[in-house]
């Protein structure tokens, strides 16, 4: 892969957590219930989880100038080919592999390694691509099932939970490294529907989409990005949540089509519900208190509702104070895009908001998110 030297580098991230506590549904504040490992140490979770994750070596070409001399210019210029490494991991007993968009665009073939085989499997197909959300699944048709990983539930991950990664950072083949949760929902700027999860499992060039498990051997995430200067490490890495990846997936492979042999005729791709809003929040101090005398703690007002939107044909209108989506309370417009993560176009769903002191409840059905070009 080529080595960025912008300030994010496009690269893996993986981790797992350990024990987790939560609220028991008892009423009682004061009790917990904790949630052990099925699993007595990180080694045993690496033993069972190790042979889902393969190893993918990519061969590109990038075409040649073609003012270059080129037998003069007789012959057409036959590309300079340039390899790679990417992680990925088995999603099925069938084949079917998951990884980054970026790690498979512009490829001219993709082999493909992993822990249980010793042969390599060359010619990989490409099921579909999601590169909003950086996401591709690949496929090849092994000789027997094979191994693969459990979902885990990214929304339930909590800040210094330990997470494991393992990928093929440096070139170095299923290599392991253990960090923790730094930050949850990190936004990418520019792209509206995608949120990541930071850890400090080291990851490098190399690690872009490997897994990241929890302390349960669950995939919690999508290793996608590393924050450094340098290209390297620099303890701040991203993964895209399993919640979203998942439907990314799902989407691809609901949406792929296939030949009688089983070739891919059109690939898998993945599309985005939107309310079709512009929001603020509510800028003072004062305003804000003066909700949370109501009992509302949402500070997402619509600002505006464009005319070709779902919202405008459902009869929301500006400064309308949303409170609820679906069965969702919103609080943040992070808590509105994540309710968009669950739902697809055409759904319809309701949302209640507060205009002129009274409770309304809209349904919405919901249209296709636009991204810009540079999206």
């Known amino acids: 892969m080529k080595k960025l030297l912008?300030?994010?580098?496009?690269?893996?991230?993986?981790?797992?957590?350990?024990?987790v506590s939560g609220n028991q549904d008892d009423d009682n504040p004061n009790t917990f219930e904790y949630k052990t490992s099925i699993f007595s140490s990180t080694a045993d979770i690496v033993d069972k989880v190790i042979p889902s994750v393969v190893y993918i070596y990519i061969e590109q070409r990038v075409q040649t100038d073609p003012t270059d001399d080129n037998f003069g210019g007789l012959m057409?210029?036959?590309?300079?080919?340039?390899?790679?490494?990417?992680t990925g991991f088995f999603i099925?007993?069938?084949?079917?592999?998951?990884?980054?968009?970026?790690?498979?665009?512009?490829?001219?073939?993709l082999t493909i390694y992993y822990w249980s085989s010793p042969l390599k499997f060359n010619k990989a197909q490409i099921i579909g691509v999601d590169e909003i959300a950086d996401i591709a699944v690949i496929k090849i048709d092994p000789l027997f099932p094979t191994d693969y990983v459990e979902w885990g539930n990214s929304e339930e991950l909590r800040l210094g939970e330990d997470v494991i990664a393992i990928g093929h950072g440096m070139s170095m083949p299923w290599s392991v490294?253990?960090?923790?949760?730094?930050?949850?929902?990190?936004?990418?700027?520019?792209t509206p529907m995608?949120?990541?999860?930071?850890?400090?499992?080291?990851?490098n060039q190399g690690n872009s989409g490997g897994p990241l498990f929890n302390m349960n051997g669950e995939v919690i995430g999508v290793n996608t990005l590393l924050f450094s200067q340098t290209g390297s490490f620099a303890g701040v890495g991203f993964s895209l949540p399993s919640a979203l990846a998942e439907r990314s997936v799902r989407h691809?492979?609901?949406?792929?089509?296939?030949?009688?042999?089983?070739?891919?005729?059109?690939?898998?791709f993945v599309t985005y519900p939107a309310i079709g809003i512009m929001v603020k929040t509510v800028e003072t101090k004062e305003e804000r208190q003066l909700l949370l005398d109501k009992g509302i703690k949402s500070i997402v007002i619509i600002e505006d509702t464009p005319k070709d939107g779902a919202a405008y044909e459902a009869g929301l209108l500006p400064e309308d104070l949303i409170i609820k989506v679906g069965s969702k309370e919103i609080i943040t417009s992070l808590d509105l895009i994540k309710q968009l993560w669950y739902n697809d176009i055409g759904n319809i769903v309701d949302v209640v908001v507060i205009r002129d002191g009274k409770t309304l409840t809209i349904p919405v059905t919901l249209k296709e998110f636009k991204f810009s070009e540079k999206e």
Do not use: F, W
């Open 92 to 109: 099925n007993g069938e084949g079917y592999i998951v990884t980054n968009a970026h790690v498979v665009k512009g490829a001219a073939e």
């Open 6 to 19: 912008a300030v994010l580098s496009i690269l893996c991230l993986l981790a797992s957590p350990t024990a």
């Open 177 to 190: 490294t253990k960090g923790i949760i730094s930050y949850t929902d990190r936004q990418k700027p520019g």
């Open 76 to 86: 057409p210029p036959s590309g300079v080919p340039i390899r790679g490494v990417g």
């Open 194 to 203: 995608i949120v990541y999860n930071q850890s400090d499992a080291v990851i």
């Open 252 to 268: 691809i492979m609901n949406t792929a089509e296939y030949d009688v042999n089983g070739k891919v005729t059109k690939q898998g």
